[in-house]
């Protein structure tokens, strides 16, 4: 069995490729796990496993997290260092459209990687939550500390349920886990499903935008090399267990098992006709806006409480809004020749 190897789930993915850069680029050995599906383009996902198979230190496995057997014969041969779960079946509409892919991959493919750390009995696991666990949930800034009982999507249910799932590994072996809950990340070699890159892609194709809420919407976008920052950070903190927790007053953030939440987000929600503008002054062209009602499962703001974040790992996200689009914008016309 292989020891000191770091695991990265979803490595070709938008976060996962540029964690694993990251990692590469400080010298650690890293396992890359991914199935390559084509929920977007896999010619992105391909571009960006080229840069990562570059590296002699990075190994590609080609995986479905639900495939029960090959997942526990990957575990049977690697003992991690530390297992980053970042794969997962993305996306609040497409559950209203594809549910059983959320079932397989965040709920079976979710409980095949607990198994598999179990089994090494590995230091730490941490893994993707969502700021859309927040739901219905309306008051702001929102608080790893406030109750998440009250998804609004397939999608945010299925990542409450993964918090609920690492606990009681926590609680029953011991297990360390820290569940990160992603605030709107965004950055270069972005997922073209989202809004900053559908909203690009239209506006440098002359085609409308859609905005939901007639554009009223606003999110703590998050720059992608603050959150790899964080991230890599955390790696090295494994939680210990409050021993002040108190069943009689639960704080849903912590817990005497070693098992913890954060909010990875700017702490500055914006508006997203600002984002427009400055899409618009990067692609040197105005945008056609449509405007059109509430979408089913959307979320009107996301406002991310980073407190627990700063107190415990002395980071704050620093990459101010106007710099992170362009630097968005500069990688989709160099990648897009536009």
Known sequence: MSAGHLLVTGCAGFIGFHLAKRL??????????????????????????????????FAFLKLDLADRAEMKALFERFRFSAVIHLAAQAGVRYSLQNPHAYADSNLEGFLNVLEGCRQIVCPHLLFASSSSVYGANTRLPFSVHDNVDHPISLYAATKKANELLAHSYSHLYGLPTTGLRFFTVYGPWYRPDMALYLFARAISEGRPINLFNNGNMRRDFTYIDDVVEAMTRIIERAPKGDPNWSGANPDPGSSKAPWRIYNIGNNKPEELMHVVALLEKGLGRMAEKTLLPMQAGDMIETFADIGDLVRDIGFRPETRLDDGVAKFVAWYRGYHGV
């Open 24 to 57: 590469l680029q400080d010298g650690k050995p890293v396992i890359g796990l991914d199935n390559l599906n084509d929920y977007y383009d896999p010619a992105l996902k391909r571009a960006r496993l080229d840069m990562l198979t570059s590296d002699s230190n």
